[in-house]
């Protein structure tokens, strides 16, 4: 079973269209991320939920909101799609507030977005 | 500049050879991560350091907390060692993951 999963894997879409990327961890884990990979491998996070509140939320434009609807499902929604958006977003996960258990983050395959 | 720097950014190596990627960082930490992504996209978590070294099979990774310094070694390189490996610390007062740019290997046959 996977332990993180991301649908969809490709996304591709017109400018100024509305998408939501879903996210899903089976390992009860209570802290989830999103990360968004540009198209030089550089990995920035973007938000962060713990037991599904807002803990991390990094200069994103609000065209992008995340949405936690229980503690294993953390998913982006964005609105009005701009060319820059393109790009390779990761959801990951993480369980307990030990360092060891905060800090192992596992990672999902990957939504790639690419915007036209 | 960066908060988290690797080196080198590319690298290519005969399959056999020893490999020693490398990272810096200018910020107090509390943990420091080593991540290899696949060409397909996947990562995966490599280490977790605090201090020390530490390893599992071929692959070593030791941190020096004075230097601010981490390296990651492969021993006995083999071409499906071939991916981006990035280095990623959790900053100490911000609590946040913050990433390198990623070092590309390619281990050829």
């Known amino acids: 079973d996977t332990a993180v999963s991301q649908t969809p894997k490709y996304l591709v879409t017109q400018m100024g269209n509305d998408k939501s990327i879903k996210c899903e961890q089976n390992l009860g884990h209570d802290t989830m991320y999103w990360y968004k990979q540009d198209s030089k491998k550089f990995l920035k996070i973007m938000f962060s939920?713990?037991?599904?509140?807002?803990?991390i939320n990094e200069t994103v434009p609000n065209r992008f909101s995340p949405k936690s609807p229980d503690k294993a499902h953390l998913n982006l929604h964005i609105n009005s799609l701009e060319l820059g958006d393109s790009a390779v977003y990761f959801c990951?996960?993480?369980?307990?507030?030990?360092?060891?258990?905060?800090?192992?983050?596992?990672f999902g395959a990957g939504t790639r977005l690419s915007v036209l | 500049k960066n908060e988290v720097e690797q080196s080198p950014q590319n690298l290519t190596a005969q399959e056999g050879e020893f490999i020693t990627i490398n990272c810096s960082y200018s910020?107090?930490?509390?943990?420091l991560h080593w991540l290899q992504q696949h060409p397909g996209g996947g990562i995966v978590s490599l280490f977790m350091l605090s201090s020390g070294k530490k390893k599992h099979g071929r692959l070593i990774a030791t941190i020096n907390i004075q230097e601010k310094h981490s390296s990651l070694h492969i021993t006995a390189s083999h071409p499906r060692d071939s991916a981006v490996y990035i280095c990623?610390?959790?900053?100490?007062?911000?609590?946040?993951?913050?990433f390198g740019t990623g070092t590309r290997l390619q281990v050829f046959p």
């Open positions: 939920y713990n037991n599904k509140e807002l803990i």
């Open positions: 910020v107090g930490i509390s943990a």
């Open positions: 990623a610390v959790r900053s100490y007062n911000t609590d946040k993951l913050i």
């Open positions: 990951a996960s993480s369980g307990g507030q030990g360092l060891i258990a905060k800090n192992i983050q596992y």
